[in-house]
């Protein structure tokens, strides 16, 4: 009988892989084609069935990670997003969104589910409260993000869970930011876990990828919507994203380490003047994301002091590059009124309490006392920038 793994970098350097019989390589073969022979059972293996070999074996490795049946693997993160919502409701069907969603699932919501007839409201805050008093009769799915881009706020999964079971809705979670390393929602009973591969499962800002995991039944429909999307990664990329995904365990508790030291070090700072991550005890978030997550993550964000340039800091910054996207081994910085949410309303950004100061962090795995000294020079030099 084979032993049956149970701890998580286990999971993430063996499970799924494929064997190489002929030749008895330490890693799995890659499979380029996208033309297979019938078998008896009639599986009709092609890339964009989701099928070949390397997206099944990369899918057994997702789904282990997040406690659930089946995951399949897109081109995108936002594949994913997009197609387990369109997979999973209708037209005449209502969607109970948190609030400050990731910049391109607002904007699927505002600009393309609309056209397609599906209802949506937003949650007006955190609490059990705001999400039970937007459920309608038609309400078919609850989505959510813990924690959120880019103010880190917390949401109870365990009240999520429970709430969309008492009502009978789908609950489904963006858990990109927090990656199966800090926390695996399935335990709070939620149904779907989407990711954006692109991020902490690819790990080196050189990968573009997506995964859904969830249950045999409701991957169904969505394997049927993903077919006709037609949103399949590449057999090259399936393969590269299995590599990465290896050491991510590696990563992310590096990363975790780091953010802690940094978030530390940033409150501390006379030129700072607020830093949002859940792992500090004045988090508001602090209590459930102890309760909820195995690690507090890599991702922060902080407020420049007033009257600081925030552009000029991030141009000072050498080693810490600002740049779009997040969670590589190296650390990066962006400002989120300049770039993923630009497009809202002066008004709407103040609402989701983010300021033009507001600096977003994606902690890496360098030298802690590398990235201070970083920090610590280019404040030095916006503080002399008149
Ligand atoms: C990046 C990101 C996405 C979208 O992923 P892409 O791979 O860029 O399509 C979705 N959700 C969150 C939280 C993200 O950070």
Do not use: C
Not at 86 to 95: A, E, N, Q, Y
Not at 148 to 175: E, F, T, W
Not at 312 to 320: A, E, G, R, S, V
Not at 359 to 365: D, E, K
């Amino acid at each position: 009988m084979e032993p049956r793994i149970q701890g998580l970098n286990t999971h993430l350097v063996h499970t799924g892989e494929l064997e190489d019989p002929l030749y008895h390589g330490a890693v799995s073969p890659l499979y380029l084609s996208t033309s297979y022979a019938f078998d008896e059972v009639d599986i009709k293996r092609y890339p964009r069935n989701f099928n070949t070999p390397n997206q099944e074996a990369l899918g057994h490795k997702i789904a282990a990670l997040e406690n659930k049946e089946a995951a399949l693997i897109f081109g995108s993160g936002m594949a994913a997003v997009s197609t387990a919502i369109m997979g999973l409701v209708s037209s005449g069907d209502h969607i109970v969104f948190q609030d400050d969603l990731y910049g391109g699932t607002r904007n699927l919501a505002l600009a393309d589910l609309r056209r397609f007839g599906i209802e949506f409201s937003m949650a007006k805050g955190l609490e059990i409260k705001d999400f039970e008093s937007e459920i309608r009769p038609n309400t078919k799915l609850i989505y959510v993000e813990t924690p959120s881009n880019p103010l880190l706020k917390i949401i109870d999964l365990d009240m999520i869970g429970r709430l969309a079971k008492k009502h009978g809705i789908i609950s489904m979670i963006d858990n990109t930011f927090a990656s199966p390393v800090n926390q695996v929602p399935d335990e709070f009973g939620i149904d779907v876990v989407i990711h954006s591969a692109t991020k902490y499962m690819g790990g080196h800002s050189d990968i573009s990828a997506g995964a859904i995991a969830t249950s045999n039944e409701l991957i169904a429909p969505i394997w049927s919507m993903a077919k006709s999307l037609g949103g399949n990664l590449s057999e090259m990329t399936v393969w590269l994203l299995e590599r990465s995904i290896k050491t991510m365990g590696l990563r992310v508790h590096r990363q975790n380490e780091n953010a802690l030291a940094m978030a530390h070090f940033l409150s501390a700072h006379h030129a700072i003047n607020g830093v949002y991550y859940p792992g500090l005890v004045e988090h508001p978030g602090h209590e459930i994301a102890k309760k909820q997550m195995k690690g507090f993550g890599g991702m922060m964000s902080f407020e420049l002091r007033s009257g600081l340039d925030a552009r000029f800091f991030q141009q000072q910054l050498k080693l810490i590059k600002p740049s779009m996207s997040l969670a590589g081994v190296e650390s990066t910085v962006l400002s989120p009124t300049m770039t993923s949410h630009h497009s809202l309303t002066l008004e709407e950004r103040k609402n989701q309490g983010i300021s033009e100061g507001l600096i977003r962090f994606s902690v890496g795995i360098e030298e802690v006392s590398d990235l201070q000294r970083d920090i610590e020079q280019a404040i030095a030099k916006t503080e002399n920038h008149g």
